[in-house]
């Protein structure tokens, strides 16, 4: 019989078995639902509610029984539906009387938001850590980059020179504010909701405070419809999720780029790419187009759990059984883009000799010639004409703007000088640029001496 058959006079449909159970998915919350039951049955002996020598057998038995599982000896059962009334099942097999109190003052409601809090508990843990490591890489590349001059790109056509380093630390940024939301991600999902039962509390004299004590939780949830009914830190979870998916992906479409012959910027290491089937010479990045293919997947986790929530009354509604498929797949998803880009991108060669060819020749140097007029006194609309001019005839002639002679120069405006050679080479271009923030070697550094220090005091 099931756990809940006493009402019922018939067995369950099998197409009903088969529809509605979540074991065969929620399983891989088995360490957070034994732990979960562990605290509960504890707090009940402490309290009185159960007699200590069942509160005692039961834990016993819980640990017993999380061996087996570790050890693959167990064989869930689809009838027993999902992973709480599995877990309960088998500890009334084993123990008897003492297992059928363990979900006094209980509810899977409650049951099922706890173990979700603590799966996404550690899931954002991971995922800060794993981000950590790429950060780390980043780090490293830039380090070793601080003077590879490299074209900086709007709407993919060269704009103006940055260095390797300055570009390598624009995703450290990125990535260090998805550790930042993982630490949110974390303590959204840092509030214990046993408790709250089926949706109304309990008559029994629960002690909460112990519960999230034992379970290391920061707070209890101040409302029994609430505790059971929010499914916000799983979306929040997504979000972070999507979010650094997002940046992963639009990386990988730089280095799709810069891996091609046309750019050569980029040459990935012979582990982290593939060949094909019929064309001999190839070499393809697929590893960074599935991660860029793969965020798709991620977004439709968080879009389908949004649109799953967005229609439920208060509180528990069988929908968020829902929740878990999409959590876990994200979960999966962004632990192994995460990992298996990291070792993609710490494996790349980077062929600064490209990219600085690339700097030269694609008037990357435009700004910072009409700037030279600008300081040698001709107002900047006006400079910014003459040096138009000045680059639709080097296109004609197909000459960068150094290729022309000073007294070419000359004929588009008389303030040029023999100065402008050094003003306008690349590497007065990266270096002059000399802002917070900005790409000149000196600056970098400081940024990634200041990325270091956070990144070393950053904790959840
Ligand atoms: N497997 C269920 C879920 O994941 C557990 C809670 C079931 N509660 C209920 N009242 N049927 O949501």
């Not at 390797?164 to 998805?178: E, P, T």
């Not at 409302?223 to 979010?243: E, H, K, P, T």
């Not at 498929?325 to 998803?333: N, Q, S």
């Not at 107002?379 to 150094?402: M, Q, S, T, Y």
Request: aromatic fraction near 8%.
């Amino acid at each position: 019989m099931k756990l809940w058959g006493g009402r019922f006079e018939k067995k369950t449909d099998g197409l009903v078995d088969d529809f509605h159970s979540s074991i065969t998915f929620d399983k891989r919350l088995y360490h957070q639902d034994i732990a979960g039951s562990i605290a509960h049955a504890t707090m009940l002996g402490e309290q009185g509610i159960i007699p200590k020598a069942d509160a005692d057998a039961i834990v016993a038995g819980l640990r017993a029984i999380e061996q087996d599982i570790d050890a693959g000896h167990v064989q869930f059962e689809l009838d027993a539906e999902d992973i709480h009334m599995n877990v309960e099942k088998l500890l009334i097999e084993r123990i008897g009387d003492a297992g059928k109190r363990l979900h006094t003052g209980r509810s899977r409601n409650d049951q099922v938001a706890l173990d979700c809090r603590m799966y996404v508990k550690d899931a954002s843990k991971e995922a800060s850590g794993l981000m950590a490591e790429l950060c780390h890489t980043l780090l490293t590349i830039a380090k070793a980059n601080t003077a590879t001059i490299m074209p900086g790109y709007t709407h993919l056509q060269r704009a103006q020179p940055i260095t390797l380093a300055h570009h390598m630390m624009a995703y450290f940024q990125m990535f260090s504010r998805d550790m930042q939301r993982m630490k949110e991600v974390y303590a959204h999902a840092d509030v214990m909701p046993l408790g709250s039962g089926a949706l109304a509390g309990t008559t029994y004299p629960l002690n909460r405070e112990r519960v999230a004590e034992l379970l290391g939780f920061s707070a209890i949830s101040m409302n029994s419809l609430d505790g059971v009914s929010d499914r916000d830190f799983v979306c929040d979870y997504l979000y972070a999720a999507s979010a650094c998916m997002m940046h992963l992906s639009r990386f990988c479409e730089e280095l799709i780029l810069w891996n091609t012959h046309e750019f050569r910027f980029v040459e990935m290491d012979d582990a982290f790419a593939t060949g094909s089937s019929i064309m001999p010479q190839k070499k393809n990045p697929d590893v960074a187009e599935l991660i860029r293919g793969k965020t798709g997947r991620v977004f439709g986790d968080l879009t389908g759990l949004l649109t799953t929530l967005k229609g439920l009354p208060l509180a528990y509604n069988k929908d968020m059984q829902e929740d878990k498929e999409a959590l876990f797949d994200a979960r999966d998803t962004l632990v192994k883009s995460l990992v298996v880009f990291n070792g993609m991108l710490s494996t790349c060669t980077f062929r600064s000799e490209n990219m600085a060819r690339g700097a030269e020749g694609g008037f990357t140097n435009a700004t910072d010639a009409a700037d030279y007029l600008v300081k040698k006194g001709m107002p900047f609309r006006d400079a910014h004409a003459v040096i138009g001019h000045l680059v639709l005839h080097c296109i004609k002639e197909n000459k960068a703007i150094l290729d022309l002679s000073l007294d070419e120069l000359k004929t588009f405006s008389e303030l040029f000088d023999e100065d402008v050679f050094e003003a306008c080479s690349m590497h007065a271009c990266v270096t002059l640029r000399d802002v917070p923030g900005g790409p000149a070697p000196n600056r970098v550094k400081d940024a990634i001496e200041a990325g270091e220090k956070w990144l070393d005091a950053f904790s959840i």
